[in-house]
């Protein structure tokens, strides 16, 4: 199938994504049969044509939900079967349920469709080493910031803690991520630093390169991460699933040193049940602080 009529058929999904979406008319506007049709598509995207409208559909809903729609309302406009129906994919395919998303709204952009160059490039095609590689960026990333502390003289110990579930944490005693209006919740920058916005398997198989993209990104990276600040005689939390809040900042006074702790489980629907490695880290940390960096690493 030439990249023209995979082209017309993705468009043809995006400008009809309200209405029920058939395999049959899909394969007639490509000139194919349904069989040779479906079989074309999925080696060419990856997944089956019936997975990608489905999941192009929960991206275009989650910008209606965003927008201030009942989740009612936009079940039925993207033509779901029911709303339970609706509420349980979406929850699914984005780890939070539409009323969470509602609740604690991100800034989202339904992602350009993206036809691979090659076959070589299909969704799920990146190769165990590049996913470890960019899985342990999710915690280099975070070390950075820890280091940026470092380097102002603000932070003399970093441990990172490796678990057997597969998550990690990383603590610093700096001063703790800056935060503003303590006497109200909402308004702290917390969330404006590390709330991103779900990635699926589609989106992040186009992702050329993941560095120096910043902790909103790891944070949409990651199934599961808790942020702990420690700062100014209080102490901050906020979780979140996908890069999604799940509650309120949190806050209540604390006797404790400044600082900031995350705890993070990278999302498995991408890494699927990859481990960090402590040798890789351990060697990545050594080049970092090859240059006199002044502070203590610990890697447990």
Known sequence: MSRHIFNHVLSYIDVHIQEKITLAE????AGYSPFYFSRLFSDTIGIPVTSYIRIRKLQHAMVSLLEGRKVLD???MYAFDSHEGFT???TQLFGSTPSTIQKHPITYQVPAYVIPSTTERRLYMKNTDTLHNEMHQLIYEILNASFKEADEGFCTEIRITLFPDGSVQIE????GIPLTGAEHPDHHTLQKIFA?????NIEYSH???FSNTGLQMVNSLCEKLQVCVYRDGLFFQ?????GIPQHKITSRPAVHPSGTRITLMPDRAIFKDLRFLRDH??????EQTAHSRHVEIFLE
């Open 88 to 90: 349980r994919s979406f």
């Open 172 to 175: 610093d005693n700096g001063r």
């Open 281 to 286: 880290i351990q060697s990545w940390i050594k």
């Open 74 to 76: 936009v079940s039925l």
């Open 238 to 242: 906020q979780d979140y699933v996908r």
């Open 26 to 29: 899909l394969a007639s506007l």
């Open 207 to 209: 992702m050329e390169t």
């Open 196 to 200: 991103g916005h779900p990635v699926s």
